[in-house]
Structures are given as structure tokens and as C-alpha cells.
């Protein structure tokens, strides 16, 4: 059966100059190559020396790894064959009842008021996530906490007050550098998933009490469950 989705996502390859086979709207072999092909030239040029974004290629190593194989994956939908998983916005989306509004590789229109979210391509995309990886100082952070506070600064919650909780000290919501030293001395691993024991936490109680958010709640905590997949490889 034709799709909307899969028509939008052959164009968006037709676009790149990659060839998807007819534009019919039915995934295919050709289809599927086609993404993967996509994916392996995004994967080449979000390697640190093709993409200078900063100076610290130590930690821009480390958030490209992060954002290719968490944070893209987990705003994408699984296609059979892929190896990967399609961004259901290649387009955009606007989901009914998600306060972001419309959304593509997932950055959101009301968190950048000043994106033009429609058109926004997948490298700008990525700058846009580093840039706010370094304004919210989660260079400072170790693997994997900085991961997991990111993560949460992208899904909305509490980040640094849990992350303060955990690590026992003062809970002000401010990125200080005790805060900053006191989870350099910790298990990192643990750190990060007790902090995501929090996340669970909130985004149950969300769930519970705004009812237009329940129909969010299972992909909310199989999130949860990917990242804690994730970090463990990271230690």
C-alpha cells in the first residue's frame, strides 16, 4: 500500500541525488539502499574532521557519536530493511498535542522560534544540537551523564535539579562548577541511570496528570529504555 511518508521520504533521497527507485510511495530494495546510502554519506561527513564545530575534537567526537546513534534515532521511525531508523519528519511533522509544534530532525518550532523548521537540513541540525550542547556547559559533564542531561534538555524536564539530586547536592537548577566536580568524582554509569530513574519517574507522572499526554508515555519510556541501552557503551 502507498504512503504518504514513504513518497516524501523517496523525494527528500531524490533531492540528495540519491536514486530510490519510482516515487511510488512503497518501500523497496531500492528504497532501502537508497536510505542507507544516505546514511552512510550523513555518518561520513559528521565525523570531526569533516565537521570543525569546535575546537575540542575530543568532545565533538563524542556528541556526533551521541546524536547519530541516540538522539537522531530516537525521533525516527523503523522501516523493514533498514539499517537505520527514517526520520518521520524528513519533511516535518506537527503531532497533535506535542507542545514543540512542528518538528524536523528533531528540533522543534518553539524552542527556535527563529528556524525555519520546514526547510532546515540535517547539518544544520546538527549545529543547532552542539551549539546547545556547549551553551547548557554539557561539555563540562562526564560520558555518560553529559548524554543523559542533554537527552533531557531535548525532551523537557528537570535536568540539572535531578542531576543534583542524585549526586547529593544542592538542588538549584544551576550548572555549578561543584555540581560539575562532584560528578567528575562519581560512578558515572550509575549517575546516569539513576538519573534516568528520575526521568521514568516524570514522565509517568506527566502521563497521569495531563491527559494528552498518555499517548506519549510508551515512546517516552522506550526512550529511556535506548539511552540506558546506549550509555552502557559508553564505559
Not at 563524542?62 to 537522531?72: D, G, K, P, Q
Not at 518521520?88 to 528540533?107: A, H, I, L, Q
Not at 559533564?141 to 540539572?160: K, M, R, S, Y
Request: proline share 5%; aromatic share 10%; glycine share 8%.
Amino acid at each position: 500500500m502507498a504512503s504518504q511518508f514513504v513518497y516524501s521520504v523517496q523525494s527528500f533521497l531524490k533531492w540528495k541525488g540519491i536514486n530510490p527507485g519510482p516515487l511510488e510511495g512503497v518501500i523497496g530494495d531500492q528504497t532501502v539502499a537508497a536510505w542507507n546510502r544516505f546514511l552512510d554519506l550523513e555518518e561520513e561527513k559528521a565525523k570531526p574532521a569533516a565537521r570543525p564545530l569546535a575546537a575540542d575534537g575530543t568532545d565533538l567526537a563524542r556528541f556526533s557519536r551521541f546524536l547519530l546513534h541516540s538522539i537522531l534515532p530516537s525521533e525516527c521511525a523503523y522501516v523493514k530493511g533498514s539499517k537505520e531508523r527514517i526520520p518521520e519528519d524528513v519533511t516535518w511533522e506537527d503531532v497533535p498535542g506535542d507542545s514543540g509544534g512542528v518538528t524536523k530532525w528533531g528540533v522543534d518550532q518553539s524552542s527556535h522560534r527563529g528556524v525555519d523548521i520546514k526547510n532546515l537540513s540535517l547539518a544544520d541540525a546538527e549545529a543547532i544540537y552542539y551549539k546547545e550542547w556547549e551553551e547548557h556547559k554539557c561539555n563540562l559533564l562526564p560520558t555518560p551523564i553529559a548524554e543523559v542531561v542533554f537527552d533531557t534538555l531535548t525532551t523537557g524536564g528537570h535536568p540539572i535539579v535531578w542531576l543534583q539530586e542524585v549526586l547529593g547536592v544542592t538542588a538549584d537548577g544551576v550548572l555549578r562548577p561543584n555540581t560539575v566536580g562532584e560528578a567528575a568524582k562519581s560512578d558515572s554509569l550509575k549517575t546516569a541511570n539513576s538519573f534516568l530513574v528520575k526521568r521514568d519517574q516524570y514522565f509517568t507522572s506527566l502521563a497521569d496528570s495531563v491527559s494528552h499526554d498518555r499517548k506519549f508515555l510508551a515512546g517516552w519510556l522506550n526512550r529511556d529504555k535506548n539511552l540506558k541501552a546506549y550509555i552502557a557503551t559508553l564505559v
